[in-house]
């Protein structure tokens, strides 16, 4: 089963990035590129409703976000940091617990009414991923379903992404 192989590699690093944050590391995952292989296999099986682009957020996002795009044959879109793209952009800033961030993606890089995959490594609170529904729909695009690798279920993030869409993938959840 996929989520026992990824559960078996996540290694939990305590009082990461702050005192009482568990931090789910999933780099050992890419060590084996056969289990890559597969984790971008079981998104696309997972998924409901054909996409017209992936766009995945920055930096841990990127991983498997452009291994699903190229099993899909579809355009990989990054969401990234503010500051980090060239050229037109359009922008979400977004509450953390610590204070605020801001996402961004290139400006007309979907067209009105696309269907999108939005990925990211691991859904906590929701936030960046709300954020990238945000900039997704700013394009007149829609939403057509999350996915994550690992999913932290008592942070209860899934509930800011309903607005979005309510499809959410996930492969292992803590």
Do not use: W
């Amino acid at each position: 089963m996929i989520a026992d192989r990824i559960k078996s590699l996540v290694e939990s690093i305590p009082d990461f990035p702050k005192q009482g944050i568990t931090f789910r590391d999933i780099t050992p995952i890419l060590l084996g590129s056969r289990l890559s292989y597969d984790i971008a296999d079981a998104f696309v099986q997972r998924m409901n409703e054909d996409v017209d682009a992936v766009c995945a957020i920055e930096s841990r996002g990127f991983f498997f976000g452009m291994l699903i795009a190229n099993r899909l044959g579809k355009p990989f879109i990054p969401i990234r940091k503010e500051g980090k793209l060239p050229g037109m952009t359009h922008s979400h800033t977004y509450d953390l617990e610590y204070g605020s961030s801001t996402v961004e993606m290139h400006a007309n890089v979907l067209n009105p009414g696309d269907k999108v995959l939005v990925h990211d490594d691991l859904l906590a609170t929701g936030g960046t991923a709300a954020a990238a529904g945000e900039i997704v729909e700013k394009q007149n695009a829609s939403v057509s379903a999350f996915a994550f690798l690992v999913e932290l279920t008592d942070l209860n993030g899934r509930d800011k992404l309903i607005p979005y869409k309510s499809d959410l993938i996930t492969l292992a959840e803590y």
